[in-house]
T-cell receptor, first 111, second 115 residues
């Protein structure tokens, strides 16, 4: 079945760029998503990318997709302390509304 | 437009009891999905409902069940609670439940603690 993997932890300095990486196994996933979860909260959709795209930019967020390697990344420019959270990569796993999530990458932003 | 709401936000139960969680989707959304989030297993798909019918189901025991009402509100029920059922239960809604731009929006979750 579908599997999604992420590195678990990333620490960056405020003002630097953060890059969170993700790999997935199901090449039939046509959409891939990034969600953000802050402490004690649900999931907030950040952005998504269609599989025929290589890149999508949305303000400070840039998503890169390498479909051949099944690799997805999320770049956050000018990272702020408010960006500290857990970031989840997710792929649609066929059927209705079934998302497969990675384990989440905890982003820590320090001064 | 109001977001996805879940009630209650926090719940404490003891082993063997049963529990019912409620989810109200965004107005106009007809698909509701449920996920369980635990530190050990991460986010796992429970089931999805559309027009009062379960269309998709994850790998959870039969103690986990759900239903959807004609107004798209959904409930999930866990019977004979076990300690391992302690988790954050997240509900998500989308217009039709199809892949693509029909993205899911999540509620704040219900934190269930089983003692």
């Amino acid at each position: 079945g579908e599997d999604v993997e992420q590195s678990l932890f990333l620490s960056v300095r405020e003002g630097d760029s953060s890059v969170i990486n993700c790999t997935y196994t199901d090449s039939s996933s046509t959409y891939l998503y990034w969600y953000k979860q802050e402490p004690g909260a649900g999931l907030q959709l950040l952005t998504y990318i269609f599989s025929n795209m290589d890149m999508k930019q949305d303000q400070r967020l840039t998503v890169l997709l390498n479909k051949k390697d099944k690799h997805l990344s999320l770049r956050i420019a000018d990272t702020q302390t408010g960006d500290s959270a857990i970031y989840f990569c997710a792929a649609f796993s066929g059927g209705y509304n079934k998302l497969i999530f990675g384990a989440g990458t905890r982003l820590a932003v320090h001064p | 437009k109001a977001g996805v709401t879940q009630t209650p936000r926090y719940l404490i139960k003891t082993r063997g009891q049963q529990v019912t969680l409620s989810c109200s989707p965004i107005s106009g959304h007809r698909s509701v999905s449920w996920y369980q989030q635990t530190p050990g297993q991460g986010l796992q798909f429970l089931f999805e409902y559309f027009s009062e019918t379960q269309r998709n189901k994850g790998n959870f025991p039969g103690r986990f069940s759900g239903r959807q009402f004609s107004n798209s509100r959904s409930e999930m029920n866990v019977s004979t609670l076990e300690l391992g059922d302690s988790a954050l239960y997240l509900c998500a809604s989308s217009p039709e439940g199809r892949e693509g731009t029909d993205t899911q929006y999540f509620g704040p979750g219900t934190r269930l603690t089983v003692l």
